[in-house]
T-cell receptor, first 109, second 117 residues
Framework: GQNIDQPTEMTATEGAIVQINCTYQ??????LFWYQQHAGEAPTFLSY????GLEEKGRFSSFLSRSKGYSYLLLKELQMKDSASYLCAVRDGDYKLSFGAGTTVTVRA | IAGITQAPTSQILAAGRRMTLRCTQD?????MYWYRQDLGLGLRLIHY???????GKGEVPDGYSVSRANTDDFPLTLASAVPSQTSVYFC????????????????FGPGTRLTVL
């Protein structure tokens, strides 16, 4: 099984940068995903890391260190629409996803 | 392209009743999944299907059953609903369950909010 930890809540100001950390313990590893979920909606795919390093996609970047069991999602130039929950998910050796409980980010004007 | 559809959107159900949640995808993905999402617990896998005709148990399968008669449909059945099954249920699909390469990203349906009284 997997043990995935991420902070429950974070608050930041519009235009700022926020970093959401995710640590995991896994019996097998086949990639780490970040999803965004607005209240009352489905999770939507943001990013995928399977090798160590940084993946950048516009205002969002995701980093992975497999040796440390650690990832972060970096949100730059925060906008009000970025207020949402961000879910860290690890894919195990059987290609099943295990999710963290999610980090609720609130962007304030 | 609709992606993944789920029905109903929401349902209130008396305990002991049987209920089937429907999930249909039009992306020709071979793998499909059912999750439940509860406050503070995140998404938990109930059942999955790697390809039509096969199913498997996830983390929390008790009280639920699934079938996969074809590629597009993956219904979830609660044989006799209990209040602890009150949750939001998400269906998801991915291109392939296991591969030598590729992202195999899971895409989610809009969810079904189920309340068991």
């Amino acid at each position: 099984g997997q043990n995935i930890d991420q902070p429950t809540e974070m608050t930041a100001t519009e235009g700022a940068i926020v970093q959401i950390n995710c640590t995991y313990q896994t019996s097998g590893f086949n990639g780490l995903f970040w999803y965004q979920q607005h209240a009352g909606e489905a999770p939507t795919f943001l990013s995928y890391n399977v090798l160590d390093g940084l993946e950048e996609k516009g205002r969002f970047s995701s980093f992975l260190s497999r040796s440390k069991g650690y990832s972060y999602l970096l949100l730059k130039e925060l906008q009000m629409k970025d207020s949402a929950s961000y879910l860290c998910a690890v894919r195990d050796g059987d290609y099943k996803l295990s999710f963290g409980a999610g980090t609720t980010v609130t962007v304030r004007a | 392209i609709a992606g993944i559809t789920q029905a109903p959107t929401s349902q209130i159900l008396a305990a002991g009743r049987r209920m089937t949640l429907r999930c249909t995808q039009d992306m020709r993905h071979n793998a499909m999944y059912w999750y439940r999402q509860d406050l503070g617990l995140g998404l938990r896998l109930i059942h999955y299907s790697n390809t039509a005709g096969t199913t498997g148990k996830g983390e929390v399968p008790d009280g639920y059953s699934v079938s996969r008669a074809n590629t597009d449909d993956f219904p979830l059945t609660l044989a006799s609903a209990v209040p602890s099954q009150t949750s939001v249920y998400f269906c998801a699909s991915s291109d392939t369950a296991s591969t030598s390469g590729g992202t195999d990203t899971q895409y989610f349906g809009p969810g079904t909010r189920l309340t068991v009284l």
